[in-house]
């Protein structure tokens, strides 16, 4: 016999699974009391509910009119409808028009093709944010495999798809931290002794200039041109220097913020890692802005170093983004109390709308152009800053600017 769990206006009724041997079929109906058989079919209907209830995923079955029979909790909370609301209708009378006339049209087409859909993962816009779902629907089929119904549950896994997504972030950062560490080891050896030969020329062409100064019998003109050359050979050898001196600084800071080799926590001097990961960026900012410091007097921080520089370098490219004009500023400043270190990075840039403000350490908000930007960034900034105990606030004005302020405790973290 059928049992009707959940009927409602037009809705066909759905048959309750045998869960109880005590439940006896319609031939046995007569052996049991009238009273009793109602007490045991409502604590067969109360474990079903309850048993669908606990799905946390989004739970519905539809008959073959395409209406509402049953629905979970988790469904009922998400479209925000009672579940009396809900049950004999169909999606045009309790979803908006939009969202409506694609659901109504693919359960529609699964059930009259008799297909069913299993552990679908897509991308989809939910009043504006982007989220990730996975999506099951089975059609209910009689005994001759045609479908007269349809279940469908719908699972937000948005965390789990943004977990997986920054663990290959975190790969892939790992992998470039390990080419610049080799990267710096290979440039380092050549350019020592490029740097060292440099050095030796410099001082032969002393010793030269000596010898021409103090020779006789040389022709004034003569001496004027080869004063003039030395003098062009010395201001070479000086500008030679000093670009090996900026290649070696860069290698320097390019082993210190990659730290491949020192991946632990340790204590360290957050100015002189602010500092390593500007010469790092540079090559971002130099042709839209001017970079002011004003560090303070920091305690060395017991952190992950390579971590906060990974937090510094996005927060800087950020900034030289964000500018456009000529007349660009990145004001970088540091300082501390008794209990914490405050960094701040300031930009003149386009600033954020008050509406975006509140996305933006939302794992793959953006909003920069498509292939411009991930929007996973600012989403690793504030996960790594939180890992260190600390906090990141951000205040901006469109057409104004953007100021990030980095707050972490000067005692340190000792499991960042």
Known sequence: MDFNIIGSGNATPISI??????????????????EEYEKMLEHAVAHYMTTINAVPALLYV??????????????????????????????NEILPPEKAENWSK??????????????EEKQVLDDGERKWVVTT???????????????????????????????????????????????AH???????????????????????????????????????????????????????????????KIVA?????????RAEMEYTDVNEGINSTLNIVWNELKYKCKVEKEFGELPDLYCIPNQLNQVFMNLLINAG???????????????????????????????ISEKNLKKIFEPFFTTKEVGKGTGLGLSLVFDIIKRHNGSIDVQSEVDVGTEFTITLPTEGVQDA
């Not at 699974?17 to 009238?34: A, H, L, V």
């Not at 359960?107 to 297909?115: H, W």
């Not at 943004?162 to 790992?174: P, Y």
């Not at 010793?207 to 019998?217: I, L, M, N």
């Open 17 to 34: 699974p045998q869960f109880f041997g005590s439940i006896k079929t319609e031939g046995d109906q007569s052996s049991i009391k009238e």
């Open 62 to 91: 539809k008959d073959s009119a395409n209406k509402y029979i049953v629905a979970n909790i988790a469904f009922c909370r998400a479209i925000d409808k009672e579940l009396s609301e809900i049950l004999g209708k169909t999606d």
């Open 106 to 119: 693919l359960d529609k087409e699964l059930m009259e093709t008799n297909r069913e859909i299993v552990n």
């Open 137 to 183: 629907k089975i059609p209910i089929r009689d005994e001759n495999g045609s479908a007269f119904g349809l279940v469908s549950t719908i699972q937000d896994v948005t965390e789990i798809h943004q977990s997986r997504e920054q663990l290959m972030q975190s790969d892939k950062l790992a992998a470039i931290g390990t080419l610049a560490a080799g990267v």
């Open 186 to 248: 290979e440039i380092n050896n050549p350019i020592g002794y490029v740097n060292s030969n440099l050095n030796t020329m410099k001082k032969y062409l002393t010793r030269v200039t000596k010898f021409v100064g103090s020779a006789k019998d040389v022709d004034k003109e003569e001496l004027e041109d080869i004063n003039e050359i030395l003098a062009d050979f010395e201001d070479a050898i000086d500008e030679s220097i000093e670009g090996t001196s900026r290649v070696k």
């Open 253 to 261: 800071d390019l082993k210190s913020f990659s730290r491949v080799d």
């Open 321 to 351: 983004h964000a500018i456009k004009g000529d007349d660009g500023l990145v004001k970088i400043k540091t300082w501390a109390d008794s209990k914490h270190i405050f960094v701040s990075i300031k930009d003149n840039g386009c600033g």
